[in-house]
C-alpha cells in the first residue's frame, strides 16, 4: 500500500506516489511551499515520519503525490531523493488513514454510516498537515512550473486515481485555502465548510489598544482574568525554542503529555519529534510558560503552551498543566500570545481548532475549507448533499456568533468602521 512508484502517466508529466520525504530534497519541496506555514515545510513533515509520529501505529501513513518530469527509474538508487535533473511541479502533503484521529474536520458519522451499510470505510486517503488544524496551501506547485494549473488538476484528479489504485474508499483535502476547495469542487469534490476562531490584528497597536476595540463587559471579564492569572505567585514566560534551556523543553513535553491525558486525546508527538524541533526548527517554537520562583529544574515549570510561529503568523497548538490555576488557562493560551503578536508585529493568531469560548476573548470566527470525494456510488451523492446542507448551517452558526462577540457596536463612540465585520478576515 505504500510502495513508491508511477501512479498516472500524463504525456511528458509523471503523476508518482512517494511514502516518505526522504524521497524528496528539502530545498526542493520547500520551494514549494507557502512562506507563512512552518507545517507544510520538509524538516516539520519529515521530522514527523523520522521520529515515528506518523506511521502505522498511528494511523498516518506517508504517501505524498508529485508531479515530475517523465525518467527513467534506473537513474535513482533505491530510496534515495530524486535527482536534479528529474524535475518537480507539484505535490500534495497525503496520507494514507486507518483510522479519522488527528484530522480535526470530522467524519466518523460517515465511517459509521459505512459500517452500517456493510461497507468498509478505511483505508481513506488524507491531504493534510497531521494533527494540526490549520489553513494552507495543499495543492503545492513549483514556482517555476510553466503550466500551474494543469499540474493542480494533475493533482487532484491524481487523488482519486490512486485511491483507486491502493482500495481507499474516499479522498480527504483537510484546511485547504477557499479557492483550492472551490477548484476541487470542480474535480468531483464535495466542497465542506467548518469554523475556527482566530485573532487579526487590525491596527490595535498595543493590548490596551486590543482591548479598547471590545465593548466594556468584554474589557472588564478579561482584565479580571489577567489579576486572577497573576494572583498565583508564578512567573511568566513566552519564549523561542532557541531561548528556552534543557528544563524548559523537558516541561514542555511533560505538559503536552499531561494535556492529552487531561483532555483524552492521544499522545501522538512522540519524546523523539520534541528533539527534532528542538534541533531542526527551534526558531520556529514559541512557548508560554508559567513558572515557580522558587523552584529549579524542569518542576519548577508548571503550566505552559506549546506554539508555532512563522512570518507574520502565530499558531496556538498544545496546553497543559500540572496543576489548575485559576484563569491561567487563558493568560498562557491566548492573552500572553496575544500581546506577544502585537509587541513583535505578527498579525494572526490561530488558537486552534473548538472552543467557541474564544470569541468572548477578543477571537474572531471565520470559516475553513475542506474538500471530499467518495468513491461509493451509493454513499457518495448521499455524504455530498449531507455537506451541502451543513455548509448552511456552518455560515448561520458564524452569524450567530457574530451577536456574541467583543466588538463595540457601530452606534459606540470611537468606533473604528474596520472594527464592524467579526468575520473580515
Not at 484546511?175 to 469554523?195: D, I, M, N, P, V
Amino acid at each position: 500500500m505504500t510502495s513508491q512508484g508511477p501512479v498516472e502517466q500524463r504525456g511528458a508529466l509523471q503523476l508518482m506516489a512517494v511514502p516518505g520525504l526522504a524521497h524528496v530534497a528539502p530545498e526542493r519541496w520547500d520551494a514549494m511551499c507557502p512562506a507563512d506555514s512552518p507545517f507544510l515545510e520538509h524538516r516539520f513533515l519529515h521530522g514527523l515520519e523520522r521520529t515515528g509520529t506518523v506511521g502505522r501505529a498511528s494511523g498516518w501513513i506517508p504517501l505524498h503525490l508529485l508531479v515530475v518530469d517523465d525518467f527513467d527509474p534506473a537513474i535513482r538508487a533505491e530510496g534515495t531523493p530524486l535527482p536534479a535533473s528529474v524535475r518537480i511541479h507539484g505535490a500534495a502533503p497525503s496520507y494514507v488513514k486507518t483510522n479519522s484521529y488527528g484530522e480535526f474536520i470530522f467524519d466518523f458519522r460517515w465511517a459509521e454510516v459505512f459500517h452500517n451499510c456493510g461497507k468498509r470505510y478505511y483505508p481513506k486517503l488524507v491531504v493534510a498537515t497531521p494533527f494540526t488544524p490549520v489553513t494552507g496551501a495543499r495543492l503545492l506547485v513549483a514556482p517555476d512550473t510553466p503550466a500551474p494549473d494543469e499540474i493542480r488538476a494533475m493533482l487532484s484528479e491524481g487523488l482519486i486515481g490512486l485511491a483507486r489504485q491502493i482500495g481507499a474508499s474516499s479522498v480527504h483535502w483537510l484546511f485547504t485555502e477557499e479557492s483550492e476547495a472551490k477548484a476541487l469542487s470542480a474535480h468531483g469534490y464535495a466542497h465542506r465548510y467548518s469554523h475556527q476562531n482566530q485573532w487579526h490584528d487590525e491596527g490595535f497597536g498595543d493590548f490596551e489598544g486590543f482591548l479598547a476595540s471590545m465593548r466594556s463587559r468584554a474589557r472588564k471579564q478579561i482584565r479580571r482574568e489577567r489579576r486572577k492569572a497573576t494572583s498565583h505567585g508564578l512567573t511568566l514566560h513566552v519564549l523561542r525554542g532557541t531561548e528556552m534551556d534543557d528544563d524548559a523543553w523537558a516541561a514542555i513535553a511533560r505538559l503536552y503529555r499531561k494535556g492529552c491525558a487531561r483532555f483524552g486525546s492521544h499522545g501522538y508527538l512522540t519524546d523523539a519529534f520534541f528533539e527534532w524541533i528542538r534541533a531542526k526548527l527551534p526558531e520556529n517554537v514559541v512557548c508560554s510558560l508559567a513558572r515557580r520562583p522558587d523552584v529549579t529544574g524542569p518542576e519548577a515549570w508548571v503550566a505552559g503552551t506549546l506554539n508555532f510561529q512563522k512570518g507574520d503568523r502565530l499558531y496556538g497548538r498544545y496546553w497543559g498543566c500540572d496543576e489548575e490555576f485559576d484563569h491561567l488557562h487563558f493568560e498562557l493560551a491566548f492573552y500572553q500570545l496575544i500581546e506577544t503578536c502585537l509587541q513583535r508585529g505578527w498579525t494572526h493568531f490561530e488558537a486552534g481548532a473548538g472552543g467557541d469560548h474564544k470569541v468572548k476573548r477578543g477571537l474572531r470566527p471565520v470559516l475553513c475549507h475542506s474538500a471530499h470525494w467518495i468513491a461509493d456510488t451509493e454513499l457518495g451523492p448521499a455524504i455530498s448533499d449531507w455537506v451541502a446542507m451543513e455548509r448552511d448551517h456552518v455560515a448561520a452558526w458564524l452569524a450567530e456568533l457574530q451577536q456574541h462577540g467583543t466588538a463595540r457596536r457601530a452606534h459606540e463612540p470611537g468606533l473604528n468602521a474596520e472594527l464592524k465585520s467579526p468575520l473580515r478576515s
